[in-house]
């Protein structure tokens, strides 16, 4: 039986940590401030967006929500995240994704101060993460989260194969740079991948971020491996599972994570540290 990673848990303690650093930045007179902006109606967004808003609060995180209509334009989306370029009391811009049709999202985050990129999206620190550079900059809060809960397991990562089946930008893509500059040899597979249950069975560290309901079954899994499930799908009755097949895959698997409760809330937990994180760099480079 695997040991079952407590994304839950594993959030709790991060928060726990992200509030005793907002608590010393306060005695320095420093909050750091997070704004969110939101675009339409999507009911799921909007839910993410809440939550991100009711955790920063808690954390002593000064945070901002805008809402804007589907209407926006380009243009008036672009002067507002000028204007929060501008805030100095901002230290964290992100635009929910997805944004509605007729919005071009790449042109929207390349317009974010890449300081100020707290999701990690821009460009610019797209290829810092890929080409391994070294010092400070921001990159995508749910592979860095994944990052953390890997490092709980006290595992040594170097050498090892890692699958990652997925090759979004907010996931798959960032996390084989992660898993890459972790010294792992990692393959990225995807919609098109042949033979991909023989792939999977290669995996030391298996991470799936698909949305395709139980894409990997038990038999996928290699005996002892690491199984990260970032899906969110809904089951025939609504209930939220994920791209593994939980059941099938626990007594095959060292470790697994579970749906939800797993990678999910770590997403929210590090979108908060690196809030902090970037504050306290603006802070650096301001005594510099
Ligand atoms: N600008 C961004 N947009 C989106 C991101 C992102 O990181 N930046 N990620 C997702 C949505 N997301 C945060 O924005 C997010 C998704 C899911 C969860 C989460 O806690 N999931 C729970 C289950 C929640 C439920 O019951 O539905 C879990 O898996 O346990 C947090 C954040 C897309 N957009
Ligand atoms: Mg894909």
Same mark, same amino acid.
């Given at each position: 039986?695997?040991?079952?990673?407590?994304?839950?848990?594993?959030?709790?303690?991060?928060?726990?940590?992200?509030?005793?650093?907002?608590?010393?930045?306060?005695?320095?007179?420093?909050? $750091?401030?997070? &704004?969110?902006?939101?675009?339409? *109606?999507?009911?799921?967004?909007?839910?993410? +967006?809440?939550? @991100? /808003?009711?955790?920063?609060?808690?954390?002593?995180?000064?945070?901002?929500?805008?809402?804007?209509?589907?209407?926006?334009?380009?243009?008036?989306?672009?002067?507002?995240?000028?204007?929060?370029?501008?805030?100095?009391?901002?230290?964290?811009?992100?635009?929910?994704?997805?944004?509605?049709?007729?919005?071009?999202?790449?042109?929207?985050?390349?317009?974010?101060?890449?300081?100020?990129?707290?999701?990690?999206?821009?460009?610019?620190?797209?290829?810092?993460?890929?080409?391994?550079?070294?010092?400070?900059?921001?990159?995508?809060?749910?592979?860095?989260?994944?990052?953390?809960?890997?490092?709980?397991?006290?595992?040594?990562?170097?050498?090892?194969?890692?699958?990652?089946?997925?090759?979004?930008?907010?996931?798959?893509? $960032?996390?084989? &740079?992660?898993?890459?500059?972790? *010294?792992?040899?990692?393959?990225?597979?995807? +919609?098109?991948? @042949? /033979?991909?249950?023989?792939?999977?069975?290669?995996?030391?560290?298996?991470?799936?971020?698909?949305?395709?309901?139980?894409?990997?079954?038990?038999?996928?899994?290699?005996?002892?491996?690491?199984?990260?499930?970032?899906?969110?799908?809904?089951?025939?009755?609504?209930?939220?599972?994920?791209?593994?097949?939980?059941?099938?895959?626990?007594?095959?698997?060292?470790?697994?994570?579970?749906?939800?409760?797993?990678?999910?809330?770590?997403?929210?937990?590090?979108?908060?540290?690196?809030?902090?994180?970037?504050?306290?760099?603006?802070?650096?480079?301001?005594?510099?």
């Amino acid at each position: 039986m695997a040991i079952i990673i407590n994304g839950k848990q594993i959030a709790k303690d991060l928060n726990a940590q992200t509030q005793q650093r907002v608590a010393a930045l306060a005695e320095q007179g420093v909050v $750091p401030g997070l &704004a969110v902006i939101i675009v339409g *109606d999507d009911p799921a967004s909007a839910i993410y +967006v809440r939550n @991100k /808003h009711r955790k920063a609060v808690k954390l002593g995180i000064k945070s901002i929500v805008r809402e804007l209509p589907a209407t926006i334009t380009q243009a008036e989306l672009l002067a507002i995240v000028a204007e929060y370029n501008h805030d100095d009391s901002i230290h964290g811009i992100l635009v929910q994704s997805p944004l509605p049709v007729g919005l071009d999202e790449q042109t929207v985050v390349a317009a974010i101060d890449p300081a100020k990129d707290v999701d990690g999206f821009h460009p610019l620190n797209v290829g810092r993460l890929f080409a391994n550079l070294p010092g400070h900059y921001p990159v995508s809060c749910t592979p860095r989260g994944i990052m953390t809960m890997l490092g709980t397991l006290n595992e040594h990562l170097r050498g090892k194969q890692a699958v990652v089946v997925g090759r979004s930008m907010i996931v798959g893509r $960032p996390m084989a &740079a992660m898993l890459l500059n972790a *010294d792992m040899t990692v393959t990225v597979a995807h +919609v098109h991948t @042949k /033979h991909l249950s023989e792939l999977t069975r290669t995996a030391d560290v298996l991470v799936v971020a698909t949305g395709v309901t139980h894409l990997i079954k038990g038999n996928d899994v290699k005996r002892g491996a690491i199984v990260i499930d970032v899906g969110m799908d809904r089951d025939e009755n609504g209930k939220l599972t994920g791209d593994v097949d939980f059941d099938g895959a626990v007594d095959r698997a060292g470790a697994i994570t579970p749906v939800p409760g797993g990678v999910g809330p770590m997403t929210i937990a590090t979108l908060m540290q690196q809030t902090v994180d970037l504050c306290e760099w603006s802070e650096e480079l301001g005594s510099n």
